[in-house]
């Protein structure tokens, strides 16, 4: 794997030229990345220009800006400051998919843009708009010699950790995601829910079939026993916390959910956002297993609660997911704090409801039925409260907003579209003019 590092990314000679540049500069690496030639980068610039070792790719599924703001006014009110907002590079995306049907992209599309940086069909799950297989982020870090691994609290082979690590036409093929993590671009660590498509029908696997509070789920695997392929190939299978705990630093799948970690429902209709290892804890054992390769890792680690129940117009889940995802995101500033070289971003990939922050009155301008006003909520530290309304049970077609800390985060700022922040990052990881 290092003999194979070193010619991808400079051969013999970029290597000496490298030793040479290095030895002149007083802190720090060198690198193709960083400051584009605009001449705004100086030696002196501590990590800027830096390679990106390590990778920390954090995405809030349907995370808009409102979405963002309704957490930090629920959680920190008007002088607080959010982890995610807290980053030193901020910038916003475009998320436009490829659809020749729609405007408005899917998880899938949008996720594949982050990918791999092309635009897609909505429902593509790392194949471009004519339906070839595109490389991924993770693919080529898994290339370049690094760790790798996916944590969501989605299915691990829903349409997001999908498009880094498969390639299948429509989305819904999650059999052939999972098959496809273990046979093709296997990543070291792989976390989260979904271990229904894992086991073939009347195979319950860990997670009993039919459970009570959803007797629709059951296992329904397309290719075989998944969890007996995985551990013939080497990876330790846990279902638990304790298991999680347990588990050593070799690779690891584990599966917490038939589906995905939480209930998406209506408000008092059994909606549920507790998972049984929570997307920080999960977060925290890939960074302790992938962190252990010396040539750095890259991380996807989604909150797909986010988008689901934003789907529900129920904002008290919504809050709670994105609060999940914003101890998420200090988990890994501190990592980043503690190893160099650690480019974090938190992003999303649309946004989802039509989210908005109103003040609290009798009127309910966008009526009864799903897209009913929620709260009032108690605006922290005040003693003010505002309602959430929405507008549409479906995605949104505006900008998100991006931040990003450590080794080309610089690049990250002002207007991007979707694909952008794919080049980016494969930039900050392998250099420039390996895109
Ligand atoms: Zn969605």
């Not at 980053?87 to 899917?106: C, F, K, N, R």
């Not at 009570?212 to 330790?236: F, H, I, M």
Request: glycine content about 14%; charged content about 25%.
């Amino acid at each position: 794997m290092d003999a194979r590092r070193t010619t991808w990314r400079s051969g013999a000679a970029g290597a000496a030229a490298a030793a040479a540049l290095a030895a002149l500069l007083p802190l720090g690496g060198w690198g193709q990345g960083g400051d584009g030639g605009d001449g705004h980068g100086r030696p002196d610039d501590r990590g800027r220009g830096d390679r990106a070792r390590n990778v920390i790719f954090i995405q809030g599924d349907g995370l808009g800006l409102s979405h963002r703001e309704v957490v930090r006014l629920a959680t920190v009110g008007k002088d607080g400051q959010l982890a995610m907002d807290s980053l030193e590079h901020a910038g916003w995306t475009t998320t436009d998919s490829a659809d020749p049907e729609e405007a408005v992209t899917d998880s899938a599309a949008g996720a594949t843009a982050f990918a791999s940086g092309v635009r897609t069909y909505n429902g593509a799950v790392g194949v471009d708009a004519a339906g070839n297989p595109v490389p991924t982020l993770l693919e080529r870090a898994r290339g370049a010699g690094k760790a790798t691994g996916l944590v969501t609290t989605a299915q691990v082979t829903d349409a997001t950790p999908g498009a880094f690590g498969a390639h299948v036409p429509d989305r819904g093929d999650q059999s052939e995601i999972a098959r496809q993590f273990l046979e093709s671009s296997r990543p070291d660590v792989v976390l989260g829910g979904g271990e229904d498509w894992w086991y073939p029908e009347g195979d319950p696997g860990a997670w009993p079939d039919n459970p009570a509070k959803d007797p629709t789920e059951q296992s329904r695997g397309t290719a075989g026993n998944l969890v007996e392929r995985a551990q013939e190939l080497g990876y330790t299978y846990v279902t638990d916390a304790e298991g999680l705990a347990a588990a050593g630093r070799g690779r690891l799948l584990g599966l917490f959910a038939n589906e995905e970690m939480f209930e998406q429902r209506n408000e008092g209709e059994g909606d549920l956002y507790e998972p049984e290892v929570p997307l920080v804890d999960m977060t925290a054992k890939a960074l302790d297993v992938l962190s252990r390769d010396r040539d750095g890792f890259f991380l996807l680690v989604e909150e797909e609660a986010v988008d689901e129940f934003a789907h529900r117009s129920n904002a008290t889940r919504t809050i709670q997911a994105g609060q999940a995802l914003d101890e998420t995101v200090a988990l890994a500033l501190d990592f980043a704090s503690r190893h160099r070289g650690t480019l974090v971003l938190v992003v999303g990939d649309h946004a989802t409801g039509g989210l908005a922050i109103e003040n609290v009155d009798d009127e309910d301008e966008s009526g009864e039925g799903a897209t009913t006003e929620d709260g009032p909520f108690d605006l922290a530290g005040s003693d003010l409260q505002f309602t959430v309304d929405w507008t549409t049970g479906g995605h949104t077609g505006e900008a998100t907003p991006l931040t990003a800390q450590g080794p080309g985060a610089e690049d990250l700022t002002g207007a991007q579209r979707n694909t952008d922040v794919h080049d980016v990052v494969l930039r900050a990881m392998l250099g420039r003019g390996r895109g």
